[in-house]
């Protein structure tokens, strides 16, 4: 066997250890909890006071199992806007649920959206107009 031969191959044990050693010492990754499939049900609904006010509720729920997350409600009236912002917390990590109207006295609609943050992930999860 030539001297460069044993050289490269002596170069590759090296690196290879190197690379095991390094693997053994490098401490194992904390998994990160996955953010849950989130399906959002909104329904609006007049008051019965009659005076143009109206209760929006957001239900959240993990699509994988059912269970409701979160449920914020907002009141409003025609012509206004009104935003609402729900805490929870999902394995161990704080997040919140905004829910936010703008209703527009005119034509009787309202834009409703829903957010959804966990630790700096940020989502928006519906984004829709209704009519009133």
Known sequence: MTN???LVLAAAAL????????????PAARPSAATPAIGVELAI???TRGDSTYTCVASLR???TGQVLSEPRVVFRSGESAEMRSG????GEP???DLAIAADGTDRTASVRVDFTRGEAHTTIQSVRVHL
């Open 62 to 64: 993990d699509l994988a």
């Open 95 to 97: 997040a919140h649920v």
């Open 15 to 26: 690196v290879f250890v190197g690379l095991v050693a390094s693997l053994k010492a490098a």
């Open 45 to 47: 609904s007049p008051s």
């Open 88 to 91: 929870l917390t999902l394995d």
């Open 4 to 6: 460069r031969r044993r």
